[in-house]
């Protein structure tokens, strides 16, 4: 088995709001994310998802927990030492449109890592950059044209053309395709899915949209207020969700075939605020399964059904109470 | 219609602008006039705007003297030529200065933040509570009345404001995506500031140049009027108004009426060229306005 490109182990983020108010953005969250493996981010916005996607490239400096890259502790790092090593790690940006300076030429900004990474003389640069934007499916002629000339899903192209220049072995893909129009998101997909198996650089997929995070990854995290509630195989995930956000979450996902019976469960209740933070589990305000223990006692990460792959965090797994009903009948 | 076809495209684009803007047309049209005079003004002066004509002083406008003669029988009109070149010799070096010194600092507390900022904004915010006319007036009267110092305090004096404009969209672009994305390409701090964040940043001070360079001219004749800056017989447009002044009383007002309509135009066209460039360039401030 391989070794980790990423682990994580108890990243809590906090923000200060001024000296008595905090923002409890992510709260002891672990993961791993092994070569060539994808790990999917799921969660509603504010779950702390671009926080995490931002603290393990150390674009944030986390308030605890450790950060290891390719075995190395990079959570207290400062900016100077994590520079030569941004080279390895790589990010592309929900929003193509703002990600890129304006004022730079398309071919300047790919070739920009390779510049501030690589020894290539300026020839051999402009080789790999053309190289860079055919992989990606740009035409070459676009290379000389500034960002406002190209269309978001070619404008998310020059990200990702960006971001796999130096060959890193990490790429953080926050909502890559979140803001592009359905028929562009397509491409971008099957993009990231051959990069995917080419390049064996561990990803990290963020999104709140199941079906792109089902299509390529192998692994999913579900955050729920900056904790972890769930933690398995992808297929596992969608087929056997175990705790009660995450076949609510499930539900509400639009299968491909037009004729299955959707029995779709709509939360109630209100999301607490991550400054105030309720004691015990954060989703019991809204389980519709959640006993009064659920308000007092926070439920730790565990297995599900002694299996190491699949973890979950609910207490009422081993009291087999955990499935919600499937209140609406919500057909077509 | 077959002329506005084929006029080039530059053509078109100046109709456009000047539809669009007439203040800008009119500023541009009047500081081109100006920047002409000064250019030219060795070979379009009748006399030499220095040479005094003892047998000829305090001449009425007319004649070979087309706007009259000073207290030292100087060509009043070859004098207001001369001094276009003193008003633009003053204002671009000052404003130039002010860039110089304000830019950088805009940058640099903008991306920075803390305390180092705030001290420096504090400090800004000191130097605007002086009048800046009685700034200027006791450091030229401290560091004598040179072109140099003259330039120098005025373009020190202007620098808050152009840091203020470069600080204020350094601090809307610090948190961008494009500089969060340049920092994670590994870019070092002088790159993002200077390849990534101040390109982006400099259309608002772009914007004031016309406009600190309209206070340059108006604060040097203030300061020559009141004797402390440029002094006479130099050409200067201040200088010369005060001289007139004197003359004021006993009728011989062509002495100070011709280079005070003269700093009055240059003032006007600077102020609605710049107008004209902060609509250009600030969009905001447009939709503001209309």
Known sequence: MTAPVLEVEGLVKHFDVSRQVKVHAVNGVSFSIREGETLGVVGESGSGKSTIGRSVIRLLAPTGGTI???????????????????????????????????????????????????????????????ALAIRVRLTPELLTRYPAELSGGQLQRVCIARAIATSPKLIVLDEPTSSLDLSVRAGILDLLAELKAETGAAMMFISHDLGTVKLISDRILVLYLGSVVEYAPTAQVFAD?????????????????PDAVLKRHVLQGEIPSPINLPPGCHFASRCPVAVPRCRTETPPLDPVAGDAAHQAACLRITEGANRIPALEDAHG | MSATIASPRWVRRIGGISRRSPTLAAGVFIILGFAAMALLAPWITPFDPELAQSRNVLAAPGGAHLMGTDGNGMDVFSRVIAGARWAFGIAIPAVLVGLLAGVPLGLYTGY?????????????????????????????????????????????????????VV????????????????????????????????????????????????????????????????????????????????????????????????????????????????????????????
Not at chain 1, 72 to 97: K, Y
Not at chain 2, 116 to 138: G, Q, T, W
Request: with cysteine; aromatic share 8%.
């Open chain 2, 167 to 290: 600080r204020a969209e350094v601090l809307a672009l610090r948190h961008s995506t494009f500089v969060e994305s340049a920092v994670s390409a590994g870019n070092p701090t002088w790159r993002i500031l200077f390849v990534h964040i101040l390109p982006n940043a400099l259309q608002g001070a772009m914007a004031q140049t016309a406009v600190r360079a309209a206070w340059a001219v108006r604060i040097s004749a203030t300061l020559a009027f009141l004797g402390v800056g440029i002094q006479p017989p130099t050409p200067e447009w201040g200088a010369m108004i005060r001289q007139g002044a004197e003359y004021l009383v006993t009728g011989q007002w062509w002495v100070g009426v011709f280079p005070g309509i003269a700093l009055i135009l240059m003032v006007l066209g600077l102020n609605m060229l710049g107008d004209g460039l902060q609509d250009l360039l600030d969009p905001r401030r447009k939709a503001a306005t209309r």
């Open chain 2, 112 to 164: 920075r933040g803390g305390w180092f900022d705030e001290i420096a904004m504090r400090f800004f915010d000191a130097l605007r509570v002086f009048p800046s006319i009685i700034l200027a007036l006791a450091v030229v009267a401290a560091a004598g009345p040179s072109l140099l110092n003259v330039v120098l305090v005025i373009g020190f004096l202007d620098s808050p404001v152009f840091a203020r």
């Open chain 1, 68 to 130: 290891r890259f390719r075995g190395r502790d990079i959570t207290n790092l400062p900016e100077s030492a994590c520079r030569p090593l941004r080279a390895e790690m790589q990010m592309v940006f929900q929003d193509p449109w703002s990600a890129l300076n304006p004022r730079i030429r398309i071919g300047d900004l790919i070739a920009e890592p390779l510049k501030l990474h690589t020894k290539l003389s300026a020839a051999e640069r402009r080789d790999r950059v053309e």
């Open chain 1, 241 to 257: 969700a175990a705790h009660p956000y995450s076949q609510a979450l499930m539900s509400a996902h639009l299968p491909a075939d």
